[in-house]
């Protein structure tokens, strides 16, 4: 992966695409939800609709070319938020994960192209600081795994929710539409092995630490790696905030037993870790 990319016209995706849309209000979302749809249905893939309450979904709908046969026939597809992510638990992240992976292979199993997915997952992020953790785990889950199959996903967050509940949530996306914000940073990787791309200042150093500590330290105790090995080889710029960010990311992670090693440091990226005593062997 390289830097994230903004997107201005929900066209021309492919699968693998992992898209964090910011919309602003009901029309803008209704907007948003048809176009990307639409596409999906020219490519014959399976189509699935999150968002809430159940009785507003087709509404949403109202402009997409041959809505009514798409959901008689199935390859259109509608469920609540509660529904797809909760399951009355909760948000468990690698299970989510899971379902999804199923959901490919039956799309793949009944003729279809790949699975298409559009998600308001507003209330995700509106469930307090423990649910966007996981929410936050769970993004960076599954933006590793569709590098894997043939699933595009577009994650819709209302942009009444704040920088600081959108930030950290759309760094974990390489493809990226934030109103007139320009996205700069993205973190990528599971497991043991993340990478940093782009550039983390005083805009995003906030949002990096948090998406950091989310990613490794919100799985269950058993799937959490002893040490985190992150890759800044493809960092262009660090500042003091971005450096600092990092440092206390170090702590965060340490007090749950997590180690952060950094590898892959470019000269002028080197010199602002220098000044938190962070050391970055080579890649």
């Known amino acids: ?46 189509l699935l609709l999150v968002g809430g309450p159940r009785p507003s979904l087709p509404a949403l709908l109202a402009g997409l070319p041959h809505r009514d046969a798409l959901l008689a026939s199935g390859q259109l597809g509608l469920q609540t938020t509660g529904e797809t992510y909760s399951a009355g638990t909760g948000l468990v992240p690698l299970e989510q994960v899971g379902r999804y992976r199923a959901a490919v292979q039956a799309a793949l199993a009944g003729g279809r192209t790949g699975l298409r997915v559009v998600a308001d997952v507003t209330p995700l992020l509106q469930a307090g600081r423990p649910g966007r953790r996981r929410l936050n785990a769970y993004e960076g889950l599954v933006d590793a795994f569709m590098g894997t199959v043939p ?106 037993g997590i180690g952060l090693r950094l590898t892959g440091a470019r000269r002028h990226v080197r010199r602002c870790l220098d000044l938190f005593d962070l ?3 080579p890649a």
């Open 279 to 281: 050391v970055a062997e």
């Open 151 to 256: 699933m595009t996903a577009l994650c819709l967050y209302d942009r009444s929710v704040g920088a600081e509940a959108l930030g950290p949530v759309a760094v974990l996306h390489p493809v990226q539409h934030l109103g007139d914000r320009e996205p700069l940073a993205h973190l990528s990787g599971r497991g043991r092995r993340l990478a940093l791309h782009g550039e983390v200042d005083t805009t995003e150093a906030t949002h990096v630490r948090t998406a950091l500590v989310d990613l490794a330290g919100e799985l269950p105790t058993g799937h959490r790696p002893g040490e985190v090995v992150l890759d800044v080889s493809d960092l262009d710029f660090l500042d003091v905030a971005g450096g600092r960010a990092l440092y206390g990311a170090r702590s965060d992670l340490a007090g749950s």
């Open 1 to 46: 992966m390289t830097a994230p990319r903004g997107l201005d016209s929900l066209t021309g995706l492919r699968p693998g695409d992992h898209v964090c849309w910011s919309f602003d209000g009901t029309a803008d979302l209704a907007e948003a939800v048809v176009a990307y749809l639409d596409e999906g249905r020219r490519r014959d893939e399976q």
